[in-house]
């Protein structure tokens, strides 16, 4: 079982909007800014897409956008393209030097 | 450009110890302000972080593997390792290899490195 709660599945049409939200608790998530997302395409290492919440890596497209509101955290992926068909996993840090990850979000381009 | 590369055995029998460096090409693991981490994942399931380390030595190890995890540096080869005791069926997992951008998020990957544990 992983600490953070993601839904298994999302999905959404080219050029929508979609969001999968990363549940955590007031130890992980709803006190420490330090959330991260990752995508990961099959067979392939995962991808930094957002980190400390809100903040893009050089490189990311500016269509995913990372929030945070009390113990939950989402991404935001605007204007679906085909590409971004991938698994998303979030992770935070948990205090005491500790660091979990979600089970993943299986997001689906229509 | 920055590159990680797992190697090791990818089969190792159960009890025994799992074994893995991470070479490190285009940068220096004696880099500041950056760790170095593992990460692994079993086959169709998600993500799990196994532990930090820095370039002084300093470790961070997950509390569900801090007994059986040792993470260490070797500065003049470039390279850090995993030491992973006493395995299971259950450590059987894709093991990857990264720098983090600050002790909280991976930056960088290597391309992950398949360890099965069967006798």
């Known amino acids: 079982q992983s600490a953070l709660t993601q839904p298994p599945s999302a999905s959404g049409s080219p050029g929508q909007s979609v969001t999968i939200s990363c549940i955590g608790t007031?130890?992980?998530?709803?006190?420490?800014?330090?959330v991260s997302w990752y995508q990961q395409h099959p067979g392939k290492a995962p991808k930094l897409m957002i980190y400390?919440?809100?903040k893009r890596p050089s490189g990311v497209p500016d269509r995913f956008s990372g929030s945070k509101s009390g113990n939950t955290a989402s991404l935001t992926v605007s204007g679906l393209q085909a590409e971004d068909e991938a698994d998303y996993y979030c992770?935070?840090?948990?205090?005491?030097?500790?660091?979990?990850f979600g089970g993943g979000t299986k997001l689906t381009v229509l | 450009q920055l590159q990680l590369q797992e190697s090791g055995p990818g089969l190792v029998k159960p009890s025994e110890t799992l074994s893995l460096t991470c070479s490190v090409s285009?940068?220096?693991?004696?880099?500041?302000?950056?760790?170095w981490g593992w990460i692994r994942q079993p086959p169709g399931m998600g993500l799990e972080w196994i532990g930090n380390?820095?370039?002084?030595?300093?470790?961070y190890y997950s509390p569900s593997l801090k007994s059986r995890v040792t993470i260490s540096v070797d500065t003049s080869k470039n390279q850090f390792s995993l030491k992973l005791s006493s395995v299971t069926a259950a450590d059987t997992a894709v093991y990857y290899c990264?720098?983090?951008?600050?002790?909280?998020?991976?930056?960088?990957w290597g391309q992950g490195t398949l360890v099965t544990v069967s006798s």
């Open positions: 990264a720098r983090t951008l600050s002790w909280y998020h991976f930056e960088y």
């Open positions: 285009g940068g220096s693991v004696r880099s500041d302000n950056h760790y």
């Open positions: 380390m820095y370039y002084s030595g300093n470790t």
């Open positions: 007031s130890s992980d998530v709803g006190v420490y800014n330090y």
């Open positions: 400390e919440v809100t």
């Open positions: 992770s935070s840090y948990a205090g005491n030097n500790n660091l979990v």
